[in-house]
């Protein structure tokens, strides 16, 4: 992951998020940071929440309580920590108040230049999966808003299996994403993937 792109690289984020907002986004996903706070941004981010757009954060790669990246710190934003396969929090991982949830950032499959696919590692990669779940339930939930994300997804997170030594579970926020827990109070029986009848697996 991205762990400090410097306050150029995240200034020029203004613009791209005020235009996403006037197109009609509804979640926005910024795997970036810079250890300083950019007055800006946060007027942009400000808006795009006024406007009920949901913002997901990393809160950084440096493995301390005392440094998370901006805008992971805005109050505007939902701050993203980083777990590994166990559910425990990674031991790169930024952690501390201004976290909000965590979800998987260790050996994540994506894309690589040349057509291929690399592990990846940080909150930049963990970010994303709470970014998708949130995209799902503005599906089912359009006028929800960031708070309202929030409030969905650490209700139905789950507890981390264990944290680096000096953190405490409260700093990697409310927990691990579900994201089928999260997506489970507005499933309809046409929903239940789970079905094998629509999967065309049935077995006699």
């Known amino acids: 992951?991205?762990?400090?792109?410097?306050?150029?690289?995240?200034?020029?984020?203004?613009?791209?998020?005020?235009?996403?907002?006037?197109?009609?986004?509804?979640?926005?996903?910024?795997?970036?940071?810079?250890?300083?706070?950019?007055?800006?941004?946060?007027?942009?981010?400000?808006?795009?929440?006024?406007?009920?757009?949901?913002?997901?954060?990393?809160?950084?790669?440096?493995?301390?309580?005392?440094?998370?990246?901006?805008?992971?710190t805005s109050t505007h934003t939902m701050c993203v920590a980083a777990v590994d396969g166990n559910?425990?929090?990674?031991?790169?991982?930024?952690?501390?108040?201004?976290?909000?949830?965590?979800?998987?950032?260790?050996?994540?499959?994506?894309?690589?230049?040349?057509?291929?696919?690399?592990?990846?590692?940080?909150?930049s990669m963990a970010a994303p999966f709470v970014t998708g779940a949130c995209a799902l339930l503005a599906e089912k939930h359009p006028t929800w808003a960031l708070v309202d994300m929030e409030t969905r997804l650490q209700a139905t997170a789950k507890a981390l299996t264990g944290v680096p030594a000096g953190a405490s579970a409260k700093q990697f926020g409310a927990g691990v994403l579900d994201a089928g827990a999260a997506l489970s109070p507005d499933r309809s029986m046409g929903d239940n993937v789970g079905d094998p009848t629509r999967l065309g697996n049935v077995h006699h």
């Open 1 to 72: 992951g991205i762990r400090d792109i410097g306050v150029t690289g995240v200034q020029t984020c203004a613009l791209p998020i005020c235009w996403a907002v006037q197109r009609g986004a509804k979640v926005i996903n910024l795997s970036l940071g810079a250890s300083a706070r950019l007055d800006a941004l946060q007027d942009v981010l400000a808006e795009a929440e006024l406007a009920g757009v949901t913002v997901l954060a990393t809160a950084g790669n440096w493995g301390t309580s005392k440094l998370i990246d901006f805008p992971g």
């Open 87 to 123: 559910g425990a929090g990674a031991a790169f991982s930024s952690y501390g108040s201004a976290v909000e949830l965590s979800a998987p950032g260790v050996a994540i499959r994506s894309t690589y230049p040349g057509e291929q696919y690399r592990q990846w590692s940080g909150t």
